[in-house]
């Protein structure tokens, strides 16, 4: 069975404190790794696809990279706009397999 | 702008109804997916569709229905065999062999 698991749970920085995101995976091959950010009350945002280990994807203050058994999501120099929860996602090699979510991680920027 | 809408917004049901989600999305995308999503808990698979007229169950099914007679529209209807249907619900859709998939604002039923 595929299991995404995202840590920490919670994490509060101060604005401009640059920090990182995980997401361990377990899968039998991996298609594809998906990270989105949710803002509260609205759907998920799709962010970066990762598709093999060693590759990177950047959007303004975020990185994200990929292992054979996880994925960062790296934040440099947050503002507080960039408060939300982050989620992961996971799909199997066969072709329009579903995904497998983590619980997420809660990121709360102070001013 | 191409995208997916989900209504209503916010929905009230009493115990024994059976309440229809709307889901409609303007990508073209053949797969659509429900989703239910719990505080703490990870997105939850009700339902998808990769093709009109088809359609099955994903992980957390029961009391839960849906239909698929157009290509823009996948309704969820949870009916009053779902014991605590009280969530957010979400509606998503991707193109052929393409993993990432885009969400609809969602939905956010209480049940009175």
């Known amino acids: 069975e595929d299991q995404v698991t995202q840590s920490p749970e919670a994490l509060r920085l101060q604005e401009g404190e640059s920090s990182s995101l995980n997401c361990s995976y377990t899968v039998s091959g991996l298609r594809g790794l998906f990270w989105y950010r949710q803002d509260p009350g609205k759907g998920p945002e799709f962010l970066f696809t990762?598709?093999?280990a060693g590759e990177e994807k950047e959007k303004e203050r975020l990185k994200a990279t990929l292992t054979k058994k996880e994925s960062f999501l790296h934040i440099t120099a947050p503002k507080p706009e960039d408060s939300a929860t982050y989620l992961c996602?996971?799909?199997?090699?066969?072709?329009?397999?579903?995904?497998?979510f983590g619980k997420g991680i809660t990121l709360s920027v102070r001013p | 702008d191409g995208g997916i809408t989900q209504s209503p917004k916010y929905l009230f049901r009493k115990e024994g109804q059976n309440v229809t989600l709307s889901c409609e999305q303007n990508?073209?995308?053949?797969?659509m997916y429900w989703y239910r999503q719990d505080p703490g808990q990870g997105l939850r698979l009700i339902y998808y569709?990769?093709?009109?007229?088809?359609?099955q169950k994903g992980d957390i099914a029961e009391g839960y229905s849906v239909s698929r007679e157009k290509k823009e529209s996948f309704p969820l209807t949870v009916t009053s065999a779902q014991k605590n249907p009280t969530a957010f619900y979400l509606c998503?859709?991707?193109?052929?062999?393409?993993?990432?998939?885009?969400f609809g604002p969602g939905t956010r039923l209480t049940v009175l």
């Open positions: 990762l598709y093999s």
């Open positions: 990508l073209n995308h053949d797969a």
């Open positions: 569709s990769q093709i009109v007229n088809d359609f």
């Open positions: 996602a996971v799909q199997p090699p066969e072709a329009n397999s579903k995904l497998t």
């Open positions: 998503a859709s991707n193109a052929p062999a393409r993993g990432e998939q885009f």
